[in-house]
């Protein structure tokens, strides 16, 4: 079995899947409106596998309204990964203020070896 962070970006590495996320960031759509952009190169069996894709992973929430299949975004997932890559943010931010610091004694030390050389 999967773990949620592993659904979660398994979900978020397909582009048809970020687009239906991005579509969703601007409110509640139904599966017509959201399969629409894409019903010229897939077909609308495609457009709800993904979907199944996105709602097994928590990303968003299809209730059921009469004939229409209203779905929206669930944030718990989004805070799970940003919590997650957090921890590497931090390390990143650790390595380059190294590297920064590492740079600016090079660059010292060729600044004075130039003013001995008479450069």
């Known amino acids: 079995m999967q773990d949620n962070l592993t659904q979660t970006f398994a979900a978020l590495a397909d582009p048809t899947r970020r687009a239906m996320l ?19 190169k897939m077909s609308l ?10 709602e097994k992973a928590g990303l968003i929430t299809k209730t059921r309204d009469a004939q229409w299949r209203p779905c929206k975004l669930n944030g718990a997932p989004f805070k799970d990964v940003s919590e997650w890559m957090e921890q590497y943010r931090a390390f990143w931010e650790e390595s380059f203020d190294r590297l920064d610091a ?7 030390k060729k600044s004075v070896k130039g003013r001995k050389n008479g450069r």
């Open 22 to 40: 991005a579509h969703l960031s601007n409110g509640e759509a139904n599966v017509s409106d959201l399969a629409k952009p894409f019903l010229k």
């Open 45 to 54: 069996p495609a457009v709800t596998k993904h979907l199944k894709v996105l």
């Open 102 to 108: 590492y740079l600016k004694t090079v660059t010292a």
